[in-house]
């Protein structure tokens, strides 16, 4: 080897070197800007591990209300509103992967003030300090949760005086009208009695007026049954609902089958009864118009302390999730009114649907 090899060797090993180390620089730079993009990040970003929190963002000290020191020292959950806490316990037992964020879900965080915040957590796995560690971005989304909470609350109050509107306008058309139209059509019957010089003609006038006023009858006790069913109050939830689903299955030919158990023994709460009753009503609405169905079963089940009700077609199915979410836009109310309702009685629903493999419908509320 020649000494100019080695000088042209040596200079290229230099300027390799060189490339390297401004690479490294480079590198070295990218981090600190990440760190200071979390750092002064709008969101509050922490990282825990082993039940505390490893890092916090300003974000997350200014939300909170506690000092960085604070946040560090205590036990993550010591943050967390205490009927939140079974939540992200439950969503840290299973860690999501390191490429795949978990769903978001929401929790209340406690601050300092003792003021409630409403944070929208989403999380994955990371390495901190080489172990496992969880790194989740939360923001901050109280003034959206509160004017949700106000939206619920208006829409609870409005069904609730819904149902008592329609219960007097359903009693006034059944005890005034239609009773005030029956002895009306008795007058009418018997007003030409055995007047021998009345005319065919005006015989055949006061039986087409009577047939009219039959017609009247029976629309206005409809309308007053389908506003509030009578059998209901008389009989209870579980014929009440028995009966719609024999008119219903009569009206459409669809099968419907409804078992019932244990539901004799109970004393329900005329809130809990009507708002099952029109859960079921919309459910079997939407099977009619929507499913193409020809099989449903209905089941109501109390199984203490809670009732199942439980609606299956085999219709075509549908997205649950694109539904309820375009539901104000495409302005649907069934969907969103059955969670109101549900909601309402302090119970939980859940809808599952697939294509062409028909929906189910599962309510459970307590009993009282
Ligand atoms: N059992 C079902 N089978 C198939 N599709 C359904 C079923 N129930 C609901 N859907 C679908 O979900 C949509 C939303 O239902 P929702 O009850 O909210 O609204 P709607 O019945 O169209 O209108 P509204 O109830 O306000 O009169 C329906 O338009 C339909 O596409
Ligand atoms: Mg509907």
């Known amino acids: 080897m020649t000494d100019k090899t080695t000088i042209r ?40 591990q082993d039940g505390r929190f490893r890092y916090v963002n300003a974000k997350a000290v200014l939300i909170s209300g506690y000092s960085r020191q604070e946040l560090l020292e205590r036990p993550f959950l010591d943050f ?46 990371i390495f901190w300090r080489e172990r496992t560690a969880v790194l989740s971005f939360l923001s901050d989304v109280t003034v959206r949760q509160q004017a949700q909470d106000r939206i619920r609350s208006l829409s609870q109050q409005l069904i609730r005086a819904q149902e008592k509107e329609r219960q007097s306008i359903s009693c006034y058309l059944h005890d ?33 007026m009577c047939g009219v006023l039959r017609q009247c009858i029976d629309a206005v006790r409809n ?56 859960l079921v009503q919309e459910a079997l609405n939407n099977i009619r ?22 609606i299956e077609d085999n219709g075509k199915g549908f997205d649950v999730e694109e539904q309820l979410i375009h539901a104000l836009e495409n302005k649907r109310m069934g969907l ?19 294509l062409n493999q028909g929906t189910r419908i599962f309510a459970e509320v307590p009993i009282g």
């Not at 860690?95 to 964020?101: C, K, N, T, V």
């Not at 059509?185 to 021998?196: F, I, R, S, V």
């Open 9 to 48: 060797e040596l200079r290229e090993r230099v300027a390799a070197l060189e490339a390297e180390l401004a690479r490294r620089r480079d590198r070295g730079g990218d981090e600190l800007d990440y760190r200071l993009a979390v750092e002064n990040a709008n969101e509050a970003v922490v990282v825990s």
């Open 80 to 125: 967390v509103h205490p009927d939140d806490q079974a939540q992200v316990v439950r969503q840290r037992a299973y860690p999501p992967d390191r490429r795949h964020a978990a769903r978001p879900f929401t929790l209340r965080l406690v601050a300092r003030d003792g003021r409630v915040r409403w944070l929208e957590c989403q999380s994955i796995r």
């Open 176 to 208: 005034r009208v239609a009773q005030d139209l029956s002895s009306l059509l008795l007058t009418a019957k018997t007003l030409l009695g055995d007047e021998p010089h009345v005319g065919d003609a005006t015989r055949d006038k006061v039986d087409r």
């Open 223 to 278: 309308l007053a049954y389908d506003l509030r069913p009578p059998v209901m109050e008389q009989l209870g939830l579980a014929p009440a609902i028995y009966q719609y689903c024999e008119d219903f299955s009569r009206e459409t030919g669809i099968c419907v089958d409804f078992t019932s158990a244990g539901m004799e023994a109970l004393d329900l709460a005329a809130e809990t009864e009507i708002n099952l009753y029109r």
């Open 289 to 310: 118009k929507h499913s193409g169905a020809s099989q449903v079963a209905v089941k109501l089940i109390a199984s203490s302390p809670n009732i199942l009700l439980r």
């Open 336 to 354: 969103g009114g059955m969670v109101e309702r549900v909601s309402l009685l302090k119970g939980r629903l859940r809808i599952e649907s697939r």
